[in-house]
């Protein structure tokens, strides 16, 4: 039986990201599972005490405790290490556990981040808030500008933490550029590359040294489940996040890490025909809204940075309207699309920013990253593409557009 194959590197390293979509990280039990199995325990019962002190001594190998170790877990973890072609990657509970873990674990007082300044709000919230608290500095840069970075550089700058492409107003991060600039310096970057996922684009090709997930959009995929994850090398993963999750424990359900295993066997199909579908609504919207930020079609200003580091731009996009009441009057004169916050499900979904996932932002940056009181955010679906243009262009004519 072919039990380990999808975890023993010397043969993952021949597949290609489709196969390691649907395989890699599989541990089969003595039951031959086809699908992996889903191991709901918190906890590992061990034949001697003697095999007990070994374990947390960490001189044999095993489970000990569900916080720190699970097999289906682990089966994620795998999997999404490989597509990231990244060398180890930890789960977390949420796509902000895995924010706040990734900047906590490797930041101490007297540190000094740069952060893009659009981003998502509860990212925001973090370095303007969060990290100020426990005396670490940070500071917000227009991202799509590398030489913004290299400006505010600090002798005490630790960390460039950013989204490519970012939640709502989809700036392009030039990823070579901005992650050159921190090798160059010894500081770490992190990608938030919830958007684009590994299917699209892997930030460590260009140099990133860590990436971080919110699972919960694209890799689940169907609005099921939340979850996080960050990637980096094995050095990371083990001597600097771990130490830190270990003890504070935002772990990732065995349930939650099933999901998005079988949520990831369908990603790349997934976020494909979602590109294209959102590629189609786009090039409608294109011609009747005022402003349309999406750095798929060719008048974005980013768009061939966008092409130079994406093999698609993915199904999310914002666009903008002339002001709030009219945003929500379109977002109520829709029938099929739903009003909705999340992103990354196979249903299209559409919200109102400034009022829902950038609420708790101050207004001063909201205005400062772009998020105005007209813009959408429009999360494209797998459904017919024309079926969504109707009803788009239902509600379009319903508020006078
Ligand atoms: C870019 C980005 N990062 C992080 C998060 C947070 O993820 P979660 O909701 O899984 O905590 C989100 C959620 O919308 C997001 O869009």
């Known amino acids: 039986m072919k039990r380990h194959s999808g975890q023993d590197r010397s043969i993952t390293q021949n597949w290609r990201p489709a196969t390691l979509a649907v395989r890699g990280g599989t541990a089969r039990s003595e039951y031959g599972e086809t699908s992996e199995a889903m191991f709901l325990t918190s906890g590992y019962c061990y034949d001697r005490a003697e095999d007990a002190a070994a374990r947390f001594a960490g001189e044999q190998t095993g489970m000990t405790y569900s916080r720190l170790q699970n097999p289906t877990v682990e089966m994620l973890e795998q999997r999404i290490a490989l597509l990231e072609g990244a060398e180890a990657c930890r789960t977390m509970a949420t796509g902000m556990a895995a924010m706040t873990a990734v900047l906590l674990c490797q930041l101490q007082q007297g540190d000094h981040v740069v952060a893009g300044r659009a981003a998502f709000g509860s990212c925001r919230w973090l370095v303007d808030t969060l990290l100020p608290k426990f005396g670490i500095q940070s500071t917000t840069v227009d991202a799509r500008d590398p030489q913004a970075f290299e400006d505010v550089v600090r002798p005490n700058t630790k960390v460039f933490f950013f989204e490519t492409p970012a939640n709502p107003t989809m700036d392009v991060v030039d990823l070579r550029a901005v992650c050159g600039i921190a090798r160059e310096r ?8 919830a958007f684009a996922t590994p299917a699209l684009q892997r930030p460590m090709e260009f140099g990133a040294d860590v990436t971080a997930y919110s699972a919960t959009k694209m890799m689940d995929g169907q609005g099921r489940v939340l979850a996080g994850a960050v990637c980096g090398t094995q050095d990371f993963i083990d001597n600097t996040l771990l130490p830190f999750t270990r003890n504070t424990g935002p772990t990732l359900s065995a349930f939650n890490a099933w999901v998005v295993l079988k949520g990831l066997e369908t990603l790349d199909l997934r976020i494909r025909r ?49 002001d709030r009441a009219q945003a929500h009057a379109l977002l109520n004169a829709l029938e099929l699309i739903d009003i909705s916050n999340n992103i990354g499900d196979s249903r299209s979904l559409m919200t109102h920013p400034a009022s829902t996932t950038h609420y708790g932002v101050s207004a001063e940056a909201r205005a400062e990253m772009g998020v105005t009181e007209g813009l959408l955010r429009l999360n494209v679906g797998l459904e017919d593409p024309q079926d ?14």
């Open 186 to 193: 010894g500081i770490t970057s992190v990608v938030d590359n």
């Open 274 to 322: 979602q590109s294209e579908n959102a590629l189609a609504v786009g090039r409608f919207l294109e011609a009747r809204v005022p402003r349309i930020l999406h750095p798929g079609l060719p008048s974005h200003p980013q768009h061939e940075l966008a092409m130079s580091q994406m093999s698609a731009v993915g199904g999310i996009f914002a666009f903008e309207v002339e």
């Open 388 to 401: 969504l243009i109707d009803d788009l262009d239902r509600a379009l004519r319903q508020v006078g557009l």
